[in-house]
């Protein structure tokens, strides 16, 4: 027999039952579909993820550190323009916590109902400076020193329920009403900023009567000298010593997302695998339940002069082609479901070469070790029992 | 004299146990070439199992089956299988086409196994169809035909590779006596071209169109006459 005979022949064994060979394809399909998309759309999350981290790995923050009663001591005053003056630093801002201020929407509203929101003062160099983008309105400016005007983070404007800046919107902080002029895009590496409302540090100290230093300084340095400046802001901060700070890197936590990220990938690939071995079950049993209906079928083949080894192949390729087949459209919707998953997380499309290539030769494997024992099977039938039958 | 078409030597075919039914019990029995043979006989009495013997789809207990002068035994299933793409061709009562495909494409099957292309299969299964006088229905699926056309076809698709020997179990056994007997005719035909013909019947009508009758009877040929 011939390659290309073999080939039609499988080809019009699957036809004869378009239905079942739909949906066993179809399981294959689906476990492949998943295996693409979970590689697909983690490659895409983790090239989002890395992306960041060459943005935001130059990012360091310098705070206070709580002393052994909880409380927080400012930092000296002079800290933000003396880290300013580390020759690697290309930028730097400072905020001060301002305690003890209550943020509502308005005086009908408990004032215990504060949303875990915090009022920070903030300089107009934060947005340059921790890569923020403003969603809404616009920043603090110089008119923010005098007049009561905030920007919200992006989780407490949600948690406030501003959504929109057309019409003036109030918030109202302890007893004081402040005009919100803008709303902050998420930030990723500084999520405290997201949750805080933003004053400037003149209206903390006219209004809350907050005259003391910073209580954080974030600060972005040269890559190639980010460990250098590290280790020197410590001693720049307060050169007498008398107070601990602590020196963070906020990208440590993007790094920590993408490990915990892959933990979840090496889970789902798991399951996957597991969609992979039912679909390829499912083949098998269809094959076996195919043996047992065409037994006719082989003996008459078995009379016409085809050899055990023509019939084994016929039943194997057939179960291989419905896996190849389920393979091919597993991608197809993989690919598919990589792309709307990426679309509408805002990450880049990254499917890696490796997951299509995983896929289908999955879909291979589990298609050829599913039509092993049926192959088998049917070669193994003896022609006048095969012809028995009926 | 020519070489025997078939020839079985004491042939036995004991089934093995459970059962240890003694199906054939040293049958010998020579077939020319061109020779028509119906085999005949109760139920049980062993008709199947020569036929499956004679077609080498099942191996003798004991014995020696010839095919045109070579002995089968110490042949190996593929060459078995050989024998029966090049020499043998096969018609039983239950048809056993493949209903998903067309009439062409049957019988263009009983040449898939000798390495035919697949454009002269068609060709050949075309001519094999005319023979059978179904050129009309060529394009028709298998389901779509009558009972008699089904084992038409089959016998077309038994012929198509002119093979020396045609086996038919009970080839009538499934149609109505009208449409049976077109059949008969149509096998014993075949004689006329060279073809060695064997059928196994319980029909005395269709018995009657061969030229050799063989009676079994527990495994034994309890008659074997030639009707001139």
Redesign the interface.
Known sequence: MRPLDAFTLAVTGLRAKRVRSALSALGIAIAVAAVVAVLGIAESAKAELIDQLGRQGNLLTVASAETINGHKVPLPPTAEPMIARIPPVQTVTAVGDVDNVTVRRSRAIPDAQSGGMSVLAAQPSLPATMAAHVLLGRYLDASAERYPMTVLGYEAARILGIGDLSTPSQVLLGTHYFTVVGVLAPVDVAPEIDVAVLISFGQAATVFHRTDGPSRIYLRADPDQVADVASVLTGTTVPDGRNDVQVRRPSDLLLARIAAKGAFVGLLLGLGGIALLIAGVGIANIMVISVLERRGEIGLRRALGARRRHVAAQFLLESTMLAVIGGVLGIVLGVVATAVAARLGGNPLTIPPIALAAGLGAALLAGGLAGLYPAARAARLSPTEALRTL | MSIPALQLSAVSKIYPPPTEVTALDEIDLVVGGGETVAVTGASGAGKSTLL?IL?T??RPTTGTVRIAGTETSAMS??QL??V???R?G?V?Q?F?L????SVLDNVA??L????V??RARRDRAAEALYEVGLASRIGHRAGQLSGGERQRVAIA?AIVGRPAVLLADEPTGNLDSTTGAGITELLSGLAGDGTTVVLITHNAGVAAAMRRQVHLSDGRIVEDKVVS
């Open positions: 499956s077609g789809l099942e299933d593929s299988s050989e029966r793409a090049t043998l096969f039983f239950q056993f493949l209903e998903h495909l099957t009983g898939l196994y000798r390495g292309p697949g698709r």
